[in-house]
């Protein structure tokens, strides 16, 4: 059937009214459905007395501080300039329950001033809610994966080396060391360092703090260690022979 010209074309002969409101809009409305569940999963009560400890806080207040980073993570920010781009989103504000996020300066300035109470504290929690997540899925095993990584920093940071960085060699940089529990792929512990330092360092103390925690924590199951070559040191075989666990470790090339 032919479609006439009359029923494909029109005419437009006035303007469409354009009007300037007070609507707020957000690309980030799923911020809503994750602060519901961290506040029914009881994690946001939990968030809250991990700072309750401090004594002098600001006034902003630490708790809501951390939720700002967390909605900046979340929403795929990777650096603190990037609270800017954040600052009148209305669900942002709403899910770290603040009228205006605080600027950079203010981040940072709060961030140096954690002390190592509260990190303890924060790693505690950390390790917790990994825990949680396993006893709710009943993992008949614990695998433990251990790494470094490199972090670039500014040339003033405080206790940053220059180290092994293929791609950026004259950039200092931190080299974490990194803990996670393969099943539930959460965090379990990180230990910060300066980028000049070997990859297997702190590695047997955060291997029997590890393991020890685990076995109180969800009793005897097994519990396997994942390493790759910069592990195999005399130390780590040494303990993970004493400790009884499984581990799966990648053996370098030996002259």
């Not at 708790?63 to 795929?76: K, P, Q």
């Not at 950079?104 to 929690?125: F, H, K, N, Y």
């Not at 792929?185 to 590890?210: C, F, K, Y």
């Amino acid at each position: 059937m032919r479609i006439s010209r009359r029923a494909l074309r029109t005419n437009v002969k006035g303007s469409l009214p354009v009007q300037f409101t007070t609507e707020k809009l957000t690309s980030y409305g799923g911020l809503e459905v994750v602060r519901q569940f961290m506040h029914r999963s009881g994690f946001l009560q939990r968030l809250k007395e991990v700072f309750a400890i401090r004594d002098f806080d600001t006034d902003y207040g630490s708790y809501r501080m951390a939720l700002s980073l967390i909605a900046m993570l979340i929403v795929g920010g990777s650096r603190l300039r990037h609270l800017q781009f954040l600052a009148h989103d209305p669900i942002v504000l709403r899910f770290a329950q603040l009228a205006r996020l605080p600027d950079i300066r203010t981040m940072s300035r709060w961030l140096g001033s954690i002390t190592e109470g509260v990190r303890d504290r924060i790693v505690e929690l950390m390790r917790e809610l990994a825990y949680d997540s396993a006893r709710l899925a009943k993992v008949a095993r614990a695998t433990l994966e251990l790494d470094g990584t490199v972090l670039r920093t500014g040339l003033c940071a405080e206790g940053a080396e220059r180290g092994f960085n293929p791609h950026h060699p004259k950039d200092k940089s931190y080299y974490p060391l990194t803990a996670h529990l393969a099943q539930t792929g959460q965090l379990l512990d990180i230990q910060n360092r300066p980028g000049n330092v070997h990859d297997s360092r702190g590695a047997v103390e955060m291997l029997r703090t590890l393991v020890d925690d685990i076995r109180e924590k969800l009793g005897r199951i097994p519990i396997e260690v994942r390493l790759d070559g910069a592990f195999f040191q005399a130390p780590i075989l040494r303990f993970l022979a004493e400790s009884e666990v499984e581990y799966a470790l990648k053996v370098p090339m030996w002259r």
